[in-house]
């Protein structure tokens, strides 16, 4: 949605040695000892074996055994880096944004999967977080220098807010619903583009032979 792939991203080379191909057994070994690294960095697993492998691609350099676990290794790093930030310190902005995504689309899960346990006033003050991220998303959109981009984001996040913006409780877990899935498709264009910057970052500082 916001950037243009090429059909063969997402290959590599034909391995020799110790390099590794998004489709061999050794790489998806690899993915296993990964989810040691947290559901955070778990729920990114499928974009990586994407992203790395297509990065490595078109930098020219061979991705070997070891990388997909080095690169999570990385990103829970960032990731706990991030968390521990004070507001009027410096984030990265595609971190940042993508927090403000993931926050969001937690609140609406949260109303969308009610449990026994929770209130009425745990879910009203959950989708008061949603629409406050959702709003300040809107807020921030570059209208003049965003395009295309900006004008359909802005009419999804108008969208969303109307969806949501009456709390009776009867119909309220499927209008949770019916947002959280547009918003985690947008979610999931930036963290691509996200992995990529940090693909690219990772190559560049681990040159290969």
Same mark, same amino acid.
């Given at each position: 949605?916001?950037?243009?792939?090429?059909?063969?991203?997402?290959?590599?080379?034909?391995?020799?040695?110790?390099?590794?191909?998004?489709?061999?057994?050794?790489?998806?070994?690899?993915?296993?000892?990964?989810? %040691? $690294?947290? =559901? #955070?960095?778990? +729920? /990114?697993?499928?974009?990586?074996?994407?992203?790395?492998?297509?990065?490595? @691609?078109?930098?020219?350099?061979?991705?070997?055994?070891?990388?997909?676990?080095?690169?999570?290794?990385?990103?829970?790093?960032?990731?706990?880096?991030?968390?521990?930030?004070?507001?009027?310190?410096?984030?990265?902005?595609?971190?940042?944004?993508?927090?403000?995504?993931?926050?969001?689309?937690?609140?609406? %899960? $949260?109303? =969308? #999967?009610?449990? +026994? /346990?929770?209130?009425?006033?745990?879910?009203?003050?959950?989708?008061?977080? @949603?629409?406050?991220?959702?709003?300040?998303?809107?807020?921030?959109?570059?209208?003049?220098?965003?395009?295309?981009?900006?004008?359909?984001?802005?009419?999804?996040?108008?969208?969303?807010?109307?969806?949501?913006?009456?709390?009776?409780?009867?119909?309220?877990?499927?209008?949770?619903?019916?947002?959280?899935?547009?918003?985690?498709?947008?979610?999931?264009?930036?963290?691509?583009?996200?992995?990529?910057?940090?693909?690219?970052?990772?190559?560049?500082?681990?040159?290969?032979?």
């Amino acid at each position: 949605m916001l950037q243009n792939h090429r059909p063969d991203q997402g290959l590599v080379p034909k391995h020799t040695g110790e390099q590794l191909s998004a489709q061999s057994p050794e790489f998806h070994a690899e993915r296993a000892v990964s989810f %040691q $690294y947290g =559901a #955070e960095v778990e +729920a /990114e697993m499928g974009l990586i074996a994407t992203v790395l492998p297509a990065v490595a @691609a078109e930098l020219g350099v061979s991705l070997h055994e070891g990388d997909f676990d080095a690169f999570c290794r990385q990103r829970l790093a960032k990731r706990e880096y991030h968390k521990t930030q004070e507001p009027d310190e410096d984030f990265e902005q595609l971190r940042l944004l993508n927090m403000l995504y993931e926050k969001a689309i937690a609140c609406l %899960q $949260y109303v =969308a #999967e009610p449990s +026994a /346990e929770q209130s009425e006033e745990d879910c009203s003050a959950q989708l008061a977080k @949603a629409k406050a991220i959702i709003k300040h998303l809107m807020e921030t959109l570059d209208m003049k220098g965003g395009g295309n981009i900006s004008s359909e984001l802005l009419r999804l996040y108008d969208y969303m807010l109307y969806t949501i913006d009456d709390e009776k409780i009867s119909d309220l877990a499927i209008r949770a619903k019916n947002v959280v899935v547009p918003l985690d498709k947008i979610y999931q264009s930036y963290l691509e583009i996200e992995l990529r910057a940090h693909a690219e970052a990772y190559f560049q500082n681990h040159p290969k032979g």
